[in-house]
């Protein structure tokens, strides 16, 4: 589950980059320079979608009694 936020946070990532790419040509040039950036930011947003997913799994187990 946790995994399947991390590739959905990247997804709306691609969506909110591949639109700016697209259609304004100043945000091209931007992305083209900055790709490697770019590339590392993919990698951030996977693990902080990753990461807040499973500490809000955590804690409705914790909450729900699992961990005693």
């Known amino acids: 589950m946790s ?3 991390g ?3 990247l997804v709306v990532l691609a969506v909110l980059f591949g639109s700016f790419y697209l ?3 100043i945000a091209r040039q931007i ?3 900055n ?4 590339m590392l930011l993919a ?3 996977f693990l902080a979608g990753f990461g807040i997913c499973l500490q809000m799994t955590l804690k409705i187990e ?3 009694g699992k961990w005693k």
């Open 23 to 25: 259609f304004d040509r």
């Open 3 to 5: 995994v399947t936020a």
């Open 7 to 9: 590739f959905g946070a």
């Open 62 to 64: 914790f909450w729900r």
């Open 31 to 33: 992305i083209d320079t």
């Open 35 to 38: 790709s490697h950036q770019l």
């Open 43 to 45: 990698g951030f947003v």
